[in-house]
């Protein structure tokens, strides 16, 4: 099955775009198991490369937005009651 979609992030999209050609490697498949919480082990996996990949601009689309806290705004400490 080709792969439908993958979250990149802003810094992949912008050194792939500074730095043609890029191969985009991604791997989905993964099983993660965390009985041991200590150790948690990762199994499996399925590797999908893209050969020669250009973020297309119409392609993208953000699925987070960064964003900072307005200087107006105080920070405050909480203490949980215990």
């Known amino acids: 099955m080709p792969l439908a979609a993958a ?3 802003v810094n992949e999209v912008a050194h792939a775009g500074k730095y043609p050609p890029t191969d ?3 791997i989905d498949h993964i099983e993660l198991d ?3 919480a200590e150790a ?9 490369v ?3 990949w250009t973020p297309a601009t119409a392609a993208l689309r953000p699925t987070a937005t960064p964003t900072t806290r307005p200087p107006h705004l105080t920070r405050r400490e909480i203490t949980p009651k215990i």
Do not use: I
């Not at 948690?40 to 999908?48: V, Y």
């Open 7 to 9: 979250e990149l992030t």
């Open 24 to 26: 985009l490697a991604v």
């Open 34 to 36: 965390v009985s041991v």
């Open 40 to 48: 948690p082990t990762a199994t499996g996996g399925r590797l999908s």
């Open 50 to 52: 893209l050969k020669d």
